[in-house]
């Protein structure tokens, strides 16, 4: 209790939870249009594209701050996120294809960028890898401050979208023939996702951002059928992930804060895939085999009564 107790009163544990939860909040509701849109590996695409704009910001400026290395990864991002639009609608490619190419090319670009900028003779290049796997040890005040601002706009842009995102993601025909620009809405839609995704790369980084951004989504979606119900659950799986993993990462001195919120992320969709009231599979299986046993009995009862 002791322990307990210390490291919820410590300072640096606070920012950082408060930061993960945020963090998780978002891109729970975020990536729960991004799952109903059948768009799940955007998140990773978007992250893994966003290393070259964030090694570009530094190069550039010289500058290592939080707001100028994410403003180049927001950039990176949406260039790459055009591109995948771009080869799926003007020519024959697929959108998992056209996502592999892109992300791959955008990466290793990212990496030889990378590897320049660590061999200039300056201690200010320092800590730049930590964006592939994040870093949210460092998170300072004003990180957490952006990461709460820059959540409450996105959050509260759904609210006022929310109609709009509704229809288009379940029937995108039928919000056309309601009036609803598809291009406005898909435009929104995917600026929203990319803007959760680059905000959440500090945290966890690029490599794992993308499981931030869906395991909450889909953890959710096995208990509730509604799609409201839906974000406010991956809403609060995401915080709570953001939570346990900051802890445990405080309790562990080896453990790293960002791979261990992605765990605790999916631990509970593992957790709701096989266990949800409804749509679990141990739910199912024991519907399936109760049915098997019904029949069973109706069939022996039936050819008792023809003997």
């Not at 955008?106 to 200039?120: E, P």
Request: with cysteine.
């Amino acid at each position: 209790m002791n322990i307990f107790s210390d490291i919820f009163s410590d300072y640096t544990f606070g920012v950082v939870a408060l930061g993960s939860a945020a963090l998780g909040t978002v891109s729970g509701v975020l990536g729960s249009f991004a799952v109903l849109r059948k768009q799940s590996l955007l998140g990773d695409g978007v992250s893994h594209s966003a290393l070259p704009g964030v090694v570009a910001a530094f190069l550039l400026t010289g500058i290592k701050s939080s707001g100028t290395l994410l403003f180049g990864a927001l950039a990176a991002g949406l260039a790459a996120a055009f591109l995948i639009n771009f080869f799926v609608k003007r020519t024959k490619v697929k959108f998992d294809a056209a996502l592999a190419t892109v992300m791959s090319a955008f990466f290793g670009f990212g990496t030889v960028l990378l590897t320049c900028a660590q061999k200039i003779p300056d201690s200010t290049q320092a800590g730049l890898s930590a964006f592939i796997y994040g870093q949210a040890s460092s998170m300072l005040k004003s990180d957490v401050v952006l990461i709460i601002c820059c959540s409450a706009v996105l959050i509260t842009g759904v609210l006022i979208f929310w109609k709009e995102f509704k229809v288009f993601s379940f029937d995108k025909d039928f919000s056309v023939q309601l009036g609803y620009s598809e291009r406005f809405i898909s435009l929104l839609l995917t600026f929203m996702t990319v803007a959760a995704v680059i905000l959440g790369i500090q945290t966890v980084g690029v490599v794992l951002m993308s499981a931030m951004l869906i395991a909450p989504a889909a953890a959710a979606r096995q208990w509730s059928g509604s799609l409201s119900g839906t974000v406010v659950l991956a809403a609060v799986f995401g915080a709570f992930s953001g939570v346990i993993g900051s802890y445990a990462s405080a309790v562990s001195d080896d453990l790293p804060t960002g791979p261990a919120i992605v765990v605790a992320a999916s631990a509970i969709a593992v957790a709701s895939i096989l266990f949800a009231p409804k749509r679990g599979i141990v739910k199912r299986f024991i519907q399936r085999k109760e049915c098997r046993i019904r029949l069973t009995m109706q069939k022996n009862s039936g050819g008792e009564g023809r003997d």
